[in-house]
């Protein structure tokens, strides 16, 4: 089924809100408290309604540094497209940046949380800007143990991050397709792995597997609602230990601080709507 989006333009502090066009407009906020279930990818659910796939588009915006928008859609899965960020970084280029004339906010972590759960990872220390290091594990010899660091300043989202494509592996697409989790997967939209080889090279980049673990943490932790000044750590975490996080430092105001920054004293929407169709 056709699924067409739409990013609009938003006033400060509305945060992400998607709006379910097919459903007369029903909006489900991106907050932890919307969070149904994250597997393979995560889920929205306001009383009832349900949107998924939402973490690439949250973290190209995260990425290019829109703090503010509306996202209409007119079905319950936003569209995978090529399984990175990068369709989604090059629609809100199309849509512009506008600076509204309010101070910009930050999320500014004060003092580290770390959790663990078996052998996952993931932690967050005071900094003074926002940066990712993510190691993974993968017992596959094309994946095995591969770790990425990326400062999210000028620019590097777009060029590091962005164009990762999510993963999978042979043996689980058609288990997630029967769970309808990754409408239509294939070799579109996904780096495709069976036990020792890419079945669609080229890679976009050697280590392509972590890069997108980088991505997928970024757009869960947009849920935060503000841009983070803090250092993110992760060791072979996922969806469910991103969003863990998530809730934590929300839960305790003693973790963290709203700050302005002063060179910063305009906060960044859309300049105007972009859509597409998939
Ligand atoms: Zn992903």
């Known amino acids: 089924m056709p699924v067409h989006v739409r990013l609009l333009p938003a006033p400060p502090d509305t945060g992400y809100v998607f709006r379910r066009t097919d459903l007369g407009g029903f909006e489900i906020p991106a907050t932890v408290e ?3 279930h994250c597997g393979y990818a995560m889920t929205l659910m306001r009383t009832g309604v349900m949107l998924s796939t939402v973490e690439h588009l949250l973290s190209a915006f995260i990425g290019v540094g ?10 319950l899965e936003l569209p995978i497209l090529d399984g990175s960020a990068r369709p989604f970084v090059e629609m809100i280029q199309k849509a ?14 004060v003092r580290e949380i770390e959790l663990r759960e078996g052998d996952k990872f993931i932690a967050v220390y005071p900094a003074d800007a926002y940066s990712v290091s993510y190691s993974i594990n993968f017992p596959h010899p094309l994946i095995g143990k591969q770790s990425f660091c990326v400062r999210l300043t000028n620019g590097s989202y777009l060029k590091e991050i962005a164009p990762a494509r999510t993963f999978g592996f042979l043996h689980e697409a058609d288990a997630m397709r029967q769970q309808g989790l990754i409408r239509g997967a294939s070799i ?35 849920l935060l609602g503000k841009q983070i000044l803090g250092s993110v ?7 469910a230990m991103h969003t ?10 003693s973790y963290w601080e709203e700050t302005a920054l002063e060179d910063e004293t305009a906060v960044p929407t859309l300049a105007s709507a972009a859509s597409l169709s998939a």
């Open 244 to 253: 863990a996080l998530v809730s934590r430092i929300l839960r305790d105001r």
């Open 96 to 109: 512009g940046i506008r600076r509204q004339r309010k101070s910009r906010t930050y999320l500014r972590i």
């Open 233 to 239: 750590v992760a060791d072979r975490a996922g969806h």
């Open 66 to 75: 829109i703090d503010n928008a509306i996202v209409e859609l007119d079905n």
């Open 188 to 222: 579109e939209n996904a780096i495709v792995l069976n036990r020792d080889e890419v079945l669609n090279p080229p890679l976009r980049f050697q280590d392509e597997f972590v890069r997108h673990k980088v991505l997928d943490l970024i757009g869960d932790l947009a």
């Open 34 to 36: 919307s969070v149904a």
